[in-house]
């Protein structure tokens, strides 16, 4: 499969929370992480999910939100990864950053020049990404 989408994450899924219109699913990723997706109810049945299948995990990666790590700020996203920074390509108005969050795998942020320098991020710095539940795409293998 091929998307547009910078981000995929592989996990097996280790909960549903059923909900009327909206399920809560958790992906636990291969190297112990959580990610939480919020998708409709009518979406979770047409996957098939199941505690203990695999799915995939699609984000945006202007839906992937950095902070620098120290900041001492509590955030509402749910998915929040700590990692180190291992790339910025530099463009005309934005960043391209990819954060190293476990073994192999990767989180990229395109975030605004402007944002980049502000936060003073550069290669090797630790930074955590923020992803809301709600800015997740889940998808099956058939």
């Known amino acids: 499969?091929?998307?547009s989408?910078?981000?995929h994450l592989t996990g097996t899924v280790t909960a549903i929370v059923?909900?009327?219109?909206?399920?809560?699913?958790?992906l636990t990723l291969p190297g112990g992480k959580a990610l939480v997706a919020t998708i409709t109810h009518s979406s979770v049945q047409y996957?098939?999910?199941?505690?203990?299948?695999?799915?995939s995990?699609?984000?945006?990666?202007?839906?992937?939100?950095l902070t620098a790590a120290d900041t001492g700020l509590r955030f509402s996203a749910r998915n929040q990864f700590t990692g180190n920074?291992?790339?910025?390509?530099k463009?005309?108005?934005?960043s391209e950053v990819t954060l190293a969050i476990d073994d192999g795998m990767s989180l990229v942020s395109v975030i605004t020049n402007e944002s980049v320098a502000g936060l003073r991020l550069k290669e090797g710095d630790e930074a955590i990404a923020l992803v809301k539940a709600s800015s997740i795409v889940l998808a099956t293998h058939e």
């Open 57 to 65: 995990a699609f984000i945006k990666a202007p839906w992937v939100i």
């Open 18 to 26: 059923k909900g009327a219109v909206n399920d809560e699913v958790e």
């Open 1 to 3: 499969m091929l998307t």
């Open 47 to 55: 996957l098939e999910l199941r505690v203990g299948g695999e799915a």
């Open 91 to 94: 463009g005309a108005i934005n």
């Open 85 to 89: 920074i291992t790339n910025i390509v």
């Open 5 to 7: 989408a910078r981000n």
